[in-house]
């Protein structure tokens, strides 16, 4: 157990709809990241948030959008899906950021999506 | 931006040593990383290098050379479990600051 929660753990939704993915990070650790995994696709870095502010944004669609709040835990928004949405959704968490030994990331067990 | 290379699949013997290479162009680089992943569950953190050399932590290693933007994972002694993908990840100070190569399938036969 990484100490990284998320929920829910499934999620089956029809095209066009909306839903939020949440994230909980390990006690004390400060960012938070979000990933797309696709079954023919590697793990796909989409947003890195820092003690609340936006640190770094990889390749996450306009549809996406992410926030973390004052008690750390993380959002993830996904609006006007489509079927290929369809993917693993993985938060992680570390105590700094990436440019640091502290950088190392512990994945909470992810959220399975899938848009019908 | 960046590339990063992994072989997509190896197989090898269990008891035997396996060594996973990972090659890289990145500028500004701040670190690598190398993640296990069992299939249909969460990456693990293996090691992290920033420096030249080889990192050692039980059966398994880490070997970095930032001038050939090279690394390699080393896994002795394997076992049935080491079957899982082995995602390699580079550090770098700016932009999209983390990126995941394509990860290597390693297969572990008896």
């Known amino acids: 157990d990484s100490g990284v929660t998320q929920t829910p753990k499934h999620l089956i939704t029809a095209t066009g709809q909306r839903v939020t993915l949440r994230c909980s990070p390990r006690?004390?650790?400060?960012?938070v990241y979000w990933y797309q995994q696709s079954l023919d696709q590697g793990l796909q870095f989409l947003i890195q948030?820092?003690?609340?502010?936006?640190?770094a944004k990889g390749n996450i669609l306009e549809r996406f959008s992410a926030q973390q709040f004052p008690d750390l835990h993380s959002e993830l928004n996904l609006s006007s899906l489509e079927l290929g949405d369809s993917a693993l959704y993985f938060c992680?968490?570390?105590?700094?950021?990436?440019?640091?030994?502290?950088?190392?990331?512990?994945f909470g067990p992810g959220t399975r999506l899938t848009v019908l | 931006g960046q590339n990063i290379d992994q072989p997509t699949e190896m197989t090898a013997t269990e008891g035997a040593i396996v060594q996973i290479n990972c090659t890289y162009q990145?500028?500004?680089?701040?670190?690598l990383f190398w993640y296990q992943q069992h299939a249909g569950e969460a990456p693990t953190f293996l090691s992290y290098?920033?420096?030249?050399g080889l990192e050692e932590k039980g059966r398994f290693s880490s070997f970095l050379s930032r001038s050939k933007g090279y690394s390699y994972l080393l896994l002795k002694e394997l076992q049935m479990k080491d079957s899982a993908s082995y995602l390699c990840?580079?550090?770098?100070?700016?932009?999209?600051?983390?990126?995941f190569g394509p990860g290597t399938r390693l297969s572990v036969l008896p």
């Open positions: 992680a968490s570390s105590v700094g950021t990436v440019t640091s030994r502290g950088g190392e990331q512990f």
């Open positions: 006690s004390g650790d400060l960012s």
């Open positions: 948030y820092y003690n609340g502010e936006e640190r």
């Open positions: 990145t500028s500004g680089f701040n670190g």
């Open positions: 290098n920033v420096l030249d």
């Open positions: 990840a580079v550090s770098h100070n700016y932009g999209q600051n983390f990126v």
